[in-house]
């Protein structure tokens, strides 16, 4: 039987702060924008033209309290490189009673590029480019979700 991928590959600049939580049963879960520019052909005058796709990353664990928690000084404008994988979350609007659907990034990896972050790095930080230890979002239940 054939196997399916799903498997995202990000790197930009994170558009907010990160934002931690915890579920009501005190699973740690932070979340941020994170805006990635790409190029589009010149206009008719030749002038270089970019646009901005934005997503929200959703990360899980001992990952989203190190980086909610500032410990990685992630913080608004930081570039990183984020790898997971897309999920399709649903719920009912309370307000308006009308079904509502989100398609997030969950990451398990997640990579400091700025420079200015790596020089802040203290040596006792953990190191993000192994999973070790981390946590794998997938043992997370959808229903824990309580945003």
């Not at 052909?41 to 001992?62: H, I, L, Y």
């Not at 309290?65 to 719920?91: D, H």
């Not at 802040?120 to 794998?136: A, F, V």
């Amino acid at each position: 039987m054939a196997r399916d991928l799903n498997k995202v590959m990000l790197i930009g600049r994170l558009g907010t702060d990160p934002d931690l939580r915890y579920t009501p049963n005190g699973t740690p879960v932070a979340t941020f924008r994170l805006a990635c520019n790409r190029r589009r052909a010149p206009s008719a005058e030749g002038e270089q033209r970019e646009e901005t796709d934005w997503f929200t990353v959703v990360v899980w664990n001992k990952l989203a309290e190190l980086i909610g928690n500032n410990q990685l000084s992630v913080t608004k404008g930081s570039r990183i490189y984020v790898e997971g994988r897309l999920q399709t979350r649903s719920w009912d609007d309370q307000q308006t009673g009308q079904r509502r659907t989100v398609v997030e990034v969950v990451a398990n990896d997640i990579i400091l590029l700025d420079s200015r972050n790596r020089q802040t790095e203290r040596s006792d930080e953990p190191d993000l480019d192994t999973q070790e230890g981390l946590g794998d979002s997938s043992d997370i239940e959808i229903d824990d979700i309580n945003f």
